[in-house]
């Protein structure tokens, strides 16, 4: 069984920053990879970032530049760094990992960018 916790959402100004945390249970972080995605209001849910066990990462390109994902192995956490936020932005973002042919999602988090 893995759980996921996410953290870290909130309103926050365009231009401005937060930084999310999800934290997994379980031995088997480490060997994992992990993702974050978003859904917006009606709109369907969209790979943010993720990052393999050994750190590789990839972006999707609507957030290059601007959003950091990195791990913490010791810690069982991965983050989401948001730099430069938009509106267009704002969703509410799940944590994912994939395990034994099963995805496991966190609850999610709010985040609001205003205008």
């Known amino acids: 069984q893995v759980q996921l916790v996410e953290s870290g959402g909130g309103l926050v100004q365009a231009g401005g920053s937060l930084r999310l945390s999800c934290a997994a249970s379980?031995?088997?972080?480490?060997?994992?990879?992990m993702g974050w995605y978003r859904q917006a209001p009606g709109k369907q849910r969209e790979l943010v970032a993720s990052i393999t066990s050994s750190g590789f990462t990839n972006y999707a390109d609507s957030v290059k530049g601007r959003f950091t994902i990195s791990r913490d192995n010791a810690k069982n956490t991965v983050y989401l760094q948001m730099n430069s936020l938009k509106p267009e932005d704002t969703a509410v973002y799940y944590c994912?990992?994939?395990?034994?042919?099963?995805?496991?999602w966190g609850q999610g988090t709010q985040v609001t960018v205003s205008s």
């Open positions: 379980g031995s088997i972080f480490k060997f994992n990879a």
């Open positions: 994912n990992t994939p395990f034994r042919a099963t995805d496991y």
